[in-house]
């Protein structure tokens, strides 16, 4: 059994594959992956190793005798009425009801730009504040000042805005709140559930270990607070932290008695020196939820121990503690998501900005005519699934311009582009041929792209024959050998090898442009005159290349950005 599949998707990988070729005798993979994706959404992600795996079944069946053959029908094809029966769920999953405005939020810290690891959590958030005509709230995390880049507060908020379509009701900025933490810090403290530890990290292990609680626990509240007051001006970094109390006999040790606040000399993007005792994560967390009055809290299940952390306040103050969905962790392989490295390669120069089309970053996909939409119903699809993933960047990749295709594909008007371009000159052209293209082939009504009329032709290098015929891509049917006009429609008995071209004309210039990429070299090419006519942003298909998206004119080159295929 091949071990890249459950049990259930293999059987109807099989009961799909003997159905098929009961029907037709031979079968395209294809039309099985179709069917099988139908049944199961989350397998987008794999589509090579489907690919693979089902035409090993194809072979397979293919070779069974006729009985063999009946009786592996009657088996596989009972998995495929079992599959119809499941009701496919339609858009994200109820959530737990609740008589507040649901209110979510993501929470990323401006150490880089947004990336794609950031977008499926903030999505399902955002998606849900829609369901629920809640509210989103982005919360920058900025109270630890290392790895912190001042310009990338504006940007978070910006690119945020793109992928959520503008559903950021509200922006935090934690450093903005740092004497609302100290308040609750004193309260803590003055109820005795908070106290100064001043333990040496190897100390404190040893504490830990042995489930002790430290002497320094117990003080009298009036001696902590005036170490809490030391903590501020006269102790040094790393040898005083503020600890919630909790139960140092709780069996998991991260829980006992955890680290709130940290005294730390760095100084802050923001706020420079002003302060120098910082609340820790869950501390400055559980401060901020119970603030925005959230309601539900999703995110990855590496914070299942945060949140049974933040538990203990919420339960110190006697707060309302929000529903906490913890959703697993799509790893992606081929590629290394670091917004912090994102950021030193950008400030580094290896990257032009955020926007490079070679980062896998929110502001990249934007450049490059990605609609936010993509994304969004990939995380419809995907749902808050529990379930680690590992998947190869490139499929998931895959699966999210397939999306987008069905978005901008209707929108997107063709053009030509001719890349390395060579000059030929094709004899015996009719006078009464018409260049004339139409914009976009299934809606005639947005009309067509006229060229002025020409014997002479720039094709690309590759198309370059010596013999056989050739077809001037919706223009007309030429025999290089003859230096002979054929016909005018398509005939695929011509066995003719379409290709692009462009007129050469002294009565309109084609352009020059600049097609700049996430992958490969940049492409530098002609186009032909409508394109400098596009406004800026507007996506459009090179016909039989890809789509791209016009993103501006640096004299005399248009430059675009590939989208996808």
Same mark, same amino acid.
């Given at each position: 059994?091949?071990?890249?599949?459950?049990?259930?998707?293999?059987?109807?990988?099989?009961?799909?594959?003997?159905?098929?070729?009961?029907?037709?005798?031979?079968?395209?993979?294809?039309?099985?992956?179709?069917?099988?994706?139908?049944?199961?959404?989350?397998?987008?992600?794999?589509?090579?190793?489907?690919?693979?795996?089902?035409?090993?079944?194809?072979?397979?069946?293919?070779?069974?005798?006729?009985?063999?053959?009946?009786?592996?029908?009657?088996?596989?094809?009972?998995?495929?009425?079992?599959?119809?029966?499941?009701?496919?769920?339609?858009?994200?999953?109820? =959530?737990?009801?609740?008589?507040?405005?649901?209110?979510?939020?993501?929470?990323?810290?401006?150490?880089?730009?947004?990336?794609?690891?950031?977008?499926?959590?903030?999505?399902?958030?955002?998606?849900?504040?829609?369901?629920?005509?809640?509210?989103?709230?982005?919360?920058?995390?900025?109270?630890?000042?290392?790895?912190?880049?001042?310009?990338?507060?504006?940007?978070?908020?910006?690119?945020?805005?793109?992928?959520?379509?503008?559903?950021?009701?509200?922006?935090?900025?934690?450093?903005?709140?740092?004497?609302?933490?100290?308040?609750?810090?004193?309260?803590?403290?003055? !109820?005795?559930?908070?106290?100064?530890?001043?333990?040496?990290?190897?100390?404190?292990?040893?504490?830990?270990?042995?489930?002790?609680?430290?002497?320094?626990?117990?003080?009298?509240?009036?001696?902590? =607070?005036?170490?809490?007051?030391?903590?501020?001006?006269?102790?040094?970094?790393?040898?005083?932290?503020?600890?919630?109390?909790?139960?140092?006999?709780?069996?998991?040790?991260?829980?006992?008695?955890?680290?709130?606040?940290?005294?730390?000399?760095?100084?802050?993007?923001?706020?420079?020196?002003?302060?120098?005792?910082?609340?820790?994560?869950?501390?400055?967390?559980?401060?901020?939820?119970?603030?925005?009055?959230?309601?539900?809290?999703?995110?990855?299940?590496?914070?299942?121990?945060?949140?049974?952390?933040?538990?203990?306040?919420?339960?110190?103050?006697?707060?309302?503690?929000?529903?906490?969905?913890?959703?697993?962790?799509?790893?992606?392989?081929?590629?290394?998501?670091?917004?912090?490295?994102?950021?030193?390669?950008?400030?580094?120069?290896?990257?032009?900005?955020?926007?490079?089309?070679?980062?896998?970053?929110?502001?990249?996909?934007?450049?490059?005519?990605?609609?936010?939409?993509?994304?969004?119903?990939?995380?419809?699809?995907?749902?808050?699934?529990?379930?680690?993933?590992?998947?190869?960047?490139?499929?998931?990749?895959?699966?999210?311009?397939?999306?987008?295709?069905?978005?901008?594909?209707?929108?997107?008007?063709?053009?030509?582009?001719?890349?390395?371009?060579?000059?030929?000159?094709?004899?015996?052209?009719?006078?009464?041929?018409?260049?004339?293209?139409?914009?976009?082939?299934?809606?005639?009504?947005?009309?067509?792209?006229?060229?002025?009329?020409?014997?002479?032709?720039?094709?690309?290098?590759?198309?370059?024959?010596?013999?056989?015929?050739?077809? =001037?891509?919706?223009?007309?049917?030429?025999?290089?050998?003859?230096?002979?006009?054929?016909?005018?429609?398509?005939?695929?008995?011509?066995?003719?090898?379409?290709?692009?071209?462009?007129?050469?004309?002294?009565?309109?210039?084609?352009?020059?442009? =600049?097609?700049?990429?996430?992958?490969?070299?940049?492409?530098?090419?002609?186009? !032909?005159?409508?394109?400098?006519?596009?406004?800026?942003?507007?996506?459009?298909?090179?016909?039989?290349?890809?789509?791209?998206?016009?993103?501006?004119?640096?004299?005399?080159?248009?430059?675009?950005?590939?989208?996808?295929?």
């Amino acid at each position: 059994m091949s071990k890249k599949f459950s049990e259930e998707t293999l059987n109807l990988i099989k009961g799909i594959t003997i159905e098929n070729l009961e029907k037709y005798s031979k079968v395209n993979p294809k039309s099985i992956l179709g069917k099988l994706i139908g049944t199961n959404p989350d397998l987008k992600t794999k589509i090579p190793l489907l690919i693979k795996e089902i035409e090993s079944t194809i072979e397979t069946f293919s070779k069974l005798s006729k009985p063999e053959f009946e009786k592996t029908y009657k088996k596989y094809t009972a998995h495929i009425k079992q599959a119809d029966k499941i009701e496919k769920r339609k858009g994200l999953p109820e =959530l737990k009801p609740t008589t507040k405005e649901y209110c979510f939020r993501f929470a990323p810290s401006p150490s880089g730009p947004l990336h794609v690891g950031h977008l499926i959590p903030l999505l399902l958030n955002s998606e849900y504040a829609k369901k629920y005509n809640g509210k989103l709230v982005l919360r920058l995390e900025d109270t630890n000042p290392s790895n912190i880049s001042k310009e990338i507060y504006k940007e978070l908020e910006e690119d945020a805005n793109w992928a959520t379509e503008n559903k950021i009701s509200e922006v935090i900025i934690q450093s903005e709140h740092v004497e609302d933490y100290y308040k609750y810090a004193k309260q803590l403290i003055k !109820e005795g559930n908070a106290y100064i530890s001043t333990s040496k990290p190897e100390e404190w292990k040893e504490l830990v270990k042995n489930k002790t609680e430290s002497p320094e626990r117990n003080l009298s509240p009036e001696k902590q =607070l005036k170490k809490w007051e030391e903590m501020h001006t006269t102790l040094k970094e790393g040898s005083a932290v503020v600890r919630v109390k909790t139960d140092m006999q709780h069996k998991n040790p991260a829980i006992r008695d955890w680290p709130a606040f940290r005294i730390t000399e760095e100084e802050h993007a923001l706020v420079g020196k002003k302060h120098r005792v910082w609340p820790l994560m869950n501390f400055s967390v559980a401060v901020d939820d119970n603030r925005s009055n959230l309601t539900h809290v999703i995110r990855g299940k590496d914070h299942l121990t945060n949140a049974d952390r933040q538990k203990y306040i919420y339960n110190y103050f006697n707060w309302d503690v929000p529903e906490y969905i913890h959703i697993g962790r799509i790893n992606f392989e081929g590629i290394t998501i670091s917004a912090s490295q994102f950021q030193k390669d950008i400030e580094e120069g290896k990257y032009s900005g955020r926007d490079d089309p070679k980062l896998p970053t929110a502001a990249a996909f934007k450049k490059r005519g990605i609609s936010p939409k993509a994304f969004i119903k990939y995380v419809h699809e995907l749902g808050p699934s529990k379930v680690d993933k590992t998947v190869p960047f490139e499929d998931f990749m895959k699966a999210i311009y397939a999306f987008n295709r069905e978005i901008i594909e209707p929108e997107a008007n063709r053009y030509f582009i001719v890349e390395d371009p060579v000059e030929v000159e094709l004899t015996d052209l009719p006078s009464t041929l018409k260049a004339e293209l139409p914009l976009h082939p299934n809606f005639p009504s947005r009309g067509v792209r006229k060229f002025h009329k020409s014997n002479k032709f720039y094709i690309e290098k590759k198309d370059v024959k010596k013999d056989g015929n050739i077809r =001037l891509m919706h223009l007309c049917n030429y025999s290089v050998k003859a230096k002979k006009f054929l016909s005018e429609n398509l005939d695929k008995e011509l066995n003719a090898k379409v290709i692009h071209w462009l007129p050469i004309s002294d009565k309109e210039k084609n352009v020059e442009v =600049l097609v700049k990429r996430a992958h490969g070299k940049d492409i530098k090419a002609i186009g !032909e005159p409508a394109l400098s006519k596009l406004d800026q942003g507007t996506i459009v298909q090179f016909e039989r290349k890809f789509f791209a998206r016009f993103d501006s004119k640096e004299g005399n080159v248009l430059v675009f950005y590939e989208t996808h295929k």
